[in-house]
C-alpha cells in the first residue's frame, strides 16, 4: 500500500473518531422520565409532576444493631458485622477503629451510618 494511501486512510479514520465522539453526547441517556400524557377531553386535569423520594435510613446503633442489620451497611461484611456484636459495648463509633475492627479507611466509608446512641454507663 503506497504512503499517501495510508496517509488518506488515517485521515478518514481519525474524522470518523472526531465525528463519534462530538455525536455522543446526543446519544447519551437521560435521567428524566417522559412526561405523562394528560387524559383527552374538557374535564382533564394537568397532574403536577412526581418528585422520586430516596429513603434515607436512620443511623444504626452499633449496640443495638442485629448482625443482619449491620451487614447491610455498604462496606460491612457479615464477618466484621458479627465482630462489632461481639466487641458490644461501645461508648462511641470511634472504637471500632480503636479496637482494630474497622481499619480507618473502612471507618472513614461506613461512619455516616453507624452511632452510638445510649452509651454504657460505667459507675
Same mark, same amino acid.
Given at each position: ?21 462530538? !455525536? $455522543? &453526547?446526543?446519544?447519551?441517556?437521560? *435521567? @428524566?422520565?417522559?412526561?405523562?400524557? =394528560?387524559?383527552? #377531553?374538557?374535564?382533564? %386535569? ?10 434515607? !435510613? $436512620? &443511623?444504626?446503633?452499633?449496640?443495638? *444493631? @442485629?448482625?443482619?442489620?449491620?451487614? =447491610?451497611?455498604? #462496606?460491612?461484611?457479615? %464477618? ?44
Amino acid at each position: 500500500m503506497s504512503r499517501s494511501k495510508e496517509t488518506a486512510i488515517m485521515k478518514t479514520n481519525a474524522i470518523l473518531a472526531i465525528a463519534l465522539f462530538a !455525536s $455522543a &453526547p446526543a446519544f447519551a441517556q437521560t *435521567a @428524566t422520565a417522559p412526561a405523562a400524557k =394528560a387524559p383527552a #377531553g374538557p374535564a382533564s %386535569t394537568v397532574a403536577a409532576p412526581v418528585k422520586q423520594v430516596v429513603a434515607v !435510613s $436512620a &443511623p444504626l446503633d452499633i449496640n443495638a *444493631a @442485629t448482625v443482619e442489620q449491620l451487614s =447491610a451497611v455498604k #462496606g460491612l461484611t457479615h %464477618t466484621l458485622a458479627e465482630a462489632i456484636v461481639k466487641g458490644r459495648p461501645y461508648k462511641s463509633t470511634d472504637e471500632l477503629v480503636k479496637n482494630r475492627i474497622l481499619t480507618d479507611a473502612l471507618f472513614a466509608q461506613v461512619k455516616d451510618g453507624l452511632t452510638v446512641k445510649d452509651a454504657p454507663k460505667h459507675n
